[in-house]
């Protein structure tokens, strides 16, 4: 048999108070009861057993305990890094956080954050690149002002396109400084795994690092860029469509590790070996790149601390106006990539 839940009025009754009196001590009303009927209203919750409605004690207070965290993919250690950011600074403040995934569906981006405001959230982080399409943007603005004419607050960890308050990663610059590397070490011949073209983040990556290489005086041409999803299996099969093109690069940039990763898996199954026979970089320094042999060049964000920024902003509520924070990248060299010593991709 289902337990029966003590319902509010059985509590309000054993105290010998209203049910608006006892309303207001347990669902968290704004309205002041004296502290001698407060305490014969917790002290018959507590002896009753009773359990206070949290959508209750939301819609009195016009906000919950509840942080959003909104991301792309959370099987992906960028985003579950990130998580881990967010969360910890949520935690310490008490709060509980609500995740959701959008699988880089921006409808399904708005319907998350449209949930949540329903669900009269404190607040909302939002990780995840923003799309080059302007109709998708506006709609995630509308949510965001909607959001937060009721009270709360969103911060995003992305590129700086919504007015809302943004920690951006430097993607461009810590691309651009990579190829200026890569080129030091005596590369004339690159190919680049771009992402999917709608993704701003991709093509933020990709043109950074076409002007380091111009800089370094090298020229990348349209065939040598390859673009995929921005998954590990987007990697792979990116890295054997970019084979197939016979680019003779001799070392390869995916513009991110996951992305990085399959490349390097694809290379091996053909019998190519890294960095002997062409170099491979990636861009993020996900923690899983820890166990890899050989480890991966990359541009190092700090992830976990994106996600602390963006929550230290979205609960300092002293602050109107949008805020940017920008985040810089350090380019980290490991084994994956030396001087070429090889034909290249042919």
Request: with cysteine; glycine share 10%.
């Amino acid at each position: 048999m289902t337990p029966r839940q003590v319902t509010l009025a059985e509590v309000a009754s054993h105290a010998g108070v209203s049910l608006a009196t006892a309303s207001r001590v347990l669902n968290g009303s704004t309205r002041q009861v004296s502290d001698e009927l407060r305490d014969r209203v917790v002290g018959s919750a507590e002896e009753l057993g009773y359990l206070p409605n949290a959508a209750a004690q939301s819609l009195a207070r016009n906000s919950s305990v509840l942080v959003g965290l909104v991301v792309h993919d959370i099987s992906d250690p960028y985003f579950s890094s990130i998580a881990a950011g967010v969360t910890r600074v949520a935690e310490e403040a008490g709060l509980v956080v609500v995740l959701g995934t959008t699988g880089r569906d921006p409808d399904r981006e708005v319907e998350l954050l449209y949930t949540l405001r329903a669900h009269r959230a404190r607040a909302v982080v939002i990780a995840g690149s923003r799309t080059t399409s302007r109709a998708n943007t506006a709609r995630l603005a509308a949510e965001i002002e909607a959001f937060g004419a009721q009270g709360g607050r969103v911060a995003c960890v992305s590129q700086a396109r919504i007015p809302t308050d943004t920690v951006v990663p430097s993607n461009r610059a810590g691309a651009r400084s990579l190829a200026r590397e890569l080129a030091a070490l005596g590369h004339k011949r690159f190919a680049v795994l771009a992402g999917p073209p709608s993704l701003v983040v991709a093509g933020d990556r990709l043109a950074g690092f076409k002007a380091g290489l111009a800089d370094a005086g090298v020229d990348l041409p349209p065939s040598a860029v390859i673009t995929g999803a921005f998954t590990r299996d987007g990697g792979y099969a990116a890295a054997n469509d970019l084979l197939a093109a016979k680019t003779g690069a001799t070392c390869v940039f995916a513009v991110n590790d996951v992305m990085a990763l399959g490349a390097m898996a694809a290379l091996r199954d053909r019998g190519l070996r890294v960095p002997e026979d062409v170099s491979v970089a990636g861009f993020d320094d996900i923690p899983t790149l820890q166990d890899l042999v050989p480890g991966l060049s990359t541009v190092r964000l700090p992830l976990e601390e994106l996600g602390e920024r963006a929550a230290r902003l979205v609960l300092d509520e002293g602050s109107v106006e949008p805020r940017t924070v920008k985040v810089a990248g350090e380019v980290v060299l490991r084994a994956s990539t030396r001087a070429p010593s090889g034909t290249g991709l042919r």
